[in-house]
C-alpha cells in the first residue's frame, strides 16, 4: 500500500493544474440604430453572441450587466462608443471578447456671425447680408413675408423698399438652429419717377427703345439689326433688376418667322434674368436654313414696367453683363455659333 500513495498525489497534483478547455466564445454581430440622431434622441444598440456565460455594456462609466438581453436603448447626447463584453464560462479561454458600438448623434448646427453691408441705405441702392455657421442649407426671411432658399450659400444681396428686418435660418443633419438671428436694414425714402434708356453706340445688334413721353413708366425695347445678319435662332439671358421693373410675357414678340419663341423670367441661377430664345425647326435629319435679316430689321421687342418703389438706380447696363456668368448673347447660324453680337446700353429708373 505504501507503493500507491505518492502515484495518488500525483494523480491529485495533475488534477489541480490541468490546463483551461477552449471553449467557442465570440460576438458576432453588433448594430446601433437609427445610424444617427439628435441629441437626447433614442438609439436601439444590439448584440448577437455566441457561448457568453455574462455579457456587460459600458460607455464612460460602470458597466451595466445585460446578460440575456439582446439590445439595450441609450439617449446619447453626443457621439458615443459602447463597449460590449462577453465572459466565457469560469475556466475556459478567453476569459472574455470585446466588440464596440458607436451611437452616433449629430449636433444641431449654429451661427458665428450674422450681419448686413450697409445697415442703412437709399430706397433702390442694395445692402448685402453675410453670415457664418454649420448649417448645410440656409434660408433667410424678412418681416413682410418674403423667403429666400439659398442652400449652401452663405449671402443675399437684398433692396428692400422700405426699412426691413431679415432673419436667418438653418437646418442640416442634427436638425434647425436653436435661436435665429435678426439684422435690421434701415431705408430712406427716395422712390423713383421715371425710365430713361441709354441706348449703345455700335454693335450688328442692337438693343433700343422706342421714344417714351416723360414721365416714362413702360418702356419698349427691340432688339433691331445694324448690320445684315445670317442666323436660324438666337438665344439672348438679359440680367435685371426686378425691384425697379416688371417684365410681362404677353408684351415679347419675336420677328423670326416660323420660328418657336419664348422669353421669361429665369429661376435658380438664373434668378433675376430675363430669358429669351427662339429657333427655327429642322426636318430631323438636317438643321434649318439660315435666314438673313438685312439692316433695320428687328429681331424681337418686349416692354418693361416701372416699379416706383424699387427706388432710383441701374436696372441693366451693357457693360455689367460682360462680367455676369448668367448673361449670354448667341446667334446660331449655318456656320456656328456667334458670341456677344447684341450691343446693349443702360436702363435707369429716375
Known amino acids: 500500500m505504501k507503493r500507491w500513495v505518492p502515484l495518488l498525489l500525483a494523480a491529485a497534483c495533475s488534477h489541480s493544474s490541468a490546463p ?11 448594430d446601433a440604430l437609427p445610424g444617427q440622431v439628435q441629441p437626447g434622441g433614442q438609439v436601439t444598440l444590439s448584440w448577437a453572441t455566441t457561448g457568453a456565460a455574462r455579457l456587460t455594456i459600458a460607455a464612460a462609466g460602470p458597466a451595466s450587466d445585460v446578460t ?3 439590445s439595450l436603448v441609450v439617449q446619447p447626447q453626443s457621439t458615443t462608443s459602447y463597449t460590449l463584453t462577453a465572459f466565457n464560462q469560469p475556466g475556459h479561454t478567453p476569459e472574455s471578447v470585446t466588440a464596440t458600438i ?8 449654429s ?29 433667410v426671411s424678412d418681416d413682410r413675408g418674403g423667403v429666400f432658399n439659398l442652400g449652401p450659400r452663405r449671402s443675399l444681396l437684398v433692396r428692400p423698399a422700405a426699412d426691413t428686418t431679415y432673419t436667418l435660418h438653418g437646418a442640416g443633419p442634427g436638425g434647425p438652429l436653436s435661436s435665429q438671428p435678426a439684422v435690421k436694414v434701415s431705408v430712406t425714402p427716395h422712390p423713383a419717377s ?15 427703345a422706342d421714344a417714351c413721353a416723360d414721365p416714362c413708366a413702360v418702356i419698349t425695347l427691340r432688339v ?12 439672348l439671358n438679359l440680367p435685371l433688376d426686378l425691384t425697379k421693373v416688371s417684365f410681362d410675357p404677353a408684351t415679347f414678340v419675336s420677328s423670326l418667322v416660323g420660328a418657336p419663341a419664348r422669353a421669361t423670367l429665369g429661376k435658380g441661377p438664373l434668378a433675376g434674368t430675363l430669358v429669351m430664345a427662339a429657333a427655327l425647326e429642322g426636318t430631323g435629319t438636317a438643321a434649318a436654313p439660315d435666314v438673313t435679316l438685312p439692316a433695320g430689321a428687328e429681331l424681337l421687342r418686349f416692354n418693361l414696367s416701372l416699379i416706383s418703389a424699387g427706388g432710383r438706380g441701374n ?20 456656320s456656328g455659333r456667334s458670341a456677344n453680337l447684341l450691343a446693349v446700353g443702360s436702363l435707369d429708373a429716375d
Do not use: C, H, M
Open 224 to 235: 433691331r439689326v445694324a448690320s445684315e445678319v445670317p442666323l436660324r435662332g438666337f438665344a
Open 315 to 334: 436696372v441693366f447696363s451693357g457693360a455689367a453683363p460682360v462680367a455676369n456668368p448668367v448673361y449670354k448673347a448667341l446667334i446660331q447660324s449655318a
Open 111 to 139: 451661427v458665428g456671425t450674422f450681419s448686413a453691408a450697409p445697415t442703412n441705405i437709399e430706397q433702390g441702392d442694395a445692402a448685402l447680408l453675410t453670415w457664418t455657421g454649420t448649417a448645410a442649407s440656409w434660408s
Open 194 to 208: 421715371r425710365l430713361s434708356y441709354q441706348p449703345p453706340s455700335a454693335g450688328a445688334l442692337q438693343l433700343v
Open 20 to 30: 483551461e478547455v477552449p471553449s467557442a466564445l465570440s460576438i458576432d454581430a453588433v
Open 102 to 109: 458607436t451611437a452616433r448623434v449629430a449636433l444641431p448646427p
Open 68 to 70: 440575456g438581453t439582446s
